[in-house]
């Protein structure tokens, strides 16, 4: 099974800054097979990107994704304030199960 | 759409039967999967059905109490869930996959949920 690991647990920033969320896999993925998921409270994820970089059909472009083998990156350049949220990556490896990282809680400082 | 229901309080050991009802795009073209979160905690894939039903997947967590299945006449999904346990505990959700060719991979595909239910809770305690 394929343990993501994500960094930090909680990032504190201001809206109008950068922010950095980083993915490591136990073992290497393809970028192909790696998306990111954004989740407020009381509500169900939205996907923000897969293939580890193509933008979901209605994300803003301050979303990006990057990141090959096992480090994957998801940069959102200028923070909104809808965007302090839960964010979620997930690897679909060649099998099941397709895991996801414990993630990341980006809260406004 | 994905609309979600079935949950409710079970005593461990118990049983549900979760329903997810699809509409607006074509259900029996797309593998769906359900995954769960436990009270203040993150996202666990929970299992997989392919569009025919072909093939099913579980996490080590569920399998052999936990049974997907699907009725593409109905366009709904479902998850039956015995034996459960107080770990069991969380808002399940259901999930569309869909798939692309991959932009810089030839030859290769990603998968990703792009429609989501808003989720159902099941609470396992006496």
């Known amino acids: 099974e394929i343990v993501l690991t994500q960094s930090p647990g909680t990032l504190s920033l201001s809206p109008g800054e950068r922010a950095t969320l980083s993915c490591r896999a136990s073992q290497s993925v393809s970028s192909s097979y790696l998306v990111w998921y954004q989740q407020k409270p009381g509500q169900a994820p939205r996907l923000l990107i897969y293939g580890a970089s193509n933008r979901a059909t209605g994300i803003p472009d301050r979303f990006s994704g990057s990141g090959s083998g096992t480090d994957f990156t998801l940069t959102i350049s200028r923070l909104e304030p809808e965007d302090f949220a839960v964010y979620y990556c997930q690897q679909y490896g060649t099998s099941p199960p397709y895991t996801f990282g414990q993630g990341t809680n980006l809260e406004i400082k | 759409q994905l609309v979600e229901s079935g949950g409710g309080l079970v005593k461990p050991g118990g049983s549900l039967r979760l329903s997810c009802a699809a509409s607006g795009f074509t259900f029996l073209t797309y593998n769906m999967i359900w995954v769960r979160q436990a009270p203040g905690k993150g996202l666990e894939w929970v299992s997989f059905?392919?569009?025919?039903?072909?093939?099913?997947y579980y996490a080590d967590s569920v399998r052999g109490r936990f049974t997907i299945s699907r009725d593409n006449a109905k366009n709904s999904l479902y998850l039956q869930m015995n034996s459960l346990r107080a770990e069991d505990t969380a808002v399940y959700f259901c999930g569309r996959e869909d798939v692309v060719p991959a932009v810089f991979t030839p030859g290769e595909y990603s998968y990703y949920m792009d429609v989501w239910g808003k989720g159902t809770t099941v609470t396992v305690s006496s």
């Open positions: 059905i392919s569009s025919s039903s072909s093939h099913i």
